[in-house]
Nanobody
Framework: QVQLVESGGGLVQAGGSLRLSCVASGRTFSSYFMGWFRQAPGKEREFVAAISWGGSSTYYADSVKGRFTISRDNAKNTVALQMNSLKPEDTAVYYC?????????????????WGQGTQVTVSS
């Protein structure tokens, strides 16, 4: 497993942008499929985006497609989530996660390492 620490959350007005970052430590970062999930109050944790080991393949939830971009830098052990055109419904705690396999990128049970989460609040 790897240890994950997120940063970059905050309060932003609707239509604004935020960039989340996640730094990994521990085992070889490039051997992990990386994902972002989010959880709003009273709701289940849901898939947001994922990226393959080398970064050549990316996956997005329909709700964020065209607005969010996931990227990774294996040399720096980081994965980022650029969030543009934010909406109030994007308000949630955002979690970075690592998976040893990438067969089902949107499934929570594929991921065995999780960060502590960072709060994103979008005001209307």
């Amino acid at each position: 497993q790897v240890q994950l620490v997120e940063s970059g959350g905050g309060l932003v007005q609707a239509g604004g942008s935020l960039r989340l970052s996640c730094v990994a430590s521990g085992r070889t970062f490039s051997s992990y499929f990386m994902g972002w999930f989010r959880q709003a109050p009273g709701k289940e944790r849901e898939f947001v985006a994922a990226i393959s080991w080398g970064g050549s393949s990316t996956y997005y939830a329909d709700s964020v497609k065209g607005r969010f971009t996931i990227s990774r830098d294996n040399a720096k052990n980081t994965v980022a989530l650029q969030m543009n055109s934010l909406k109030p419904e994007d308000t949630a705690v955002y979690y970075c996660a690592a998976a040893p396999v990438g067969r089902f990128p949107s499934r929570r049970d594929q991921y065995n390492s999780w960060g502590q989460g960072t709060q994103v609040t979008v005001s209307s």
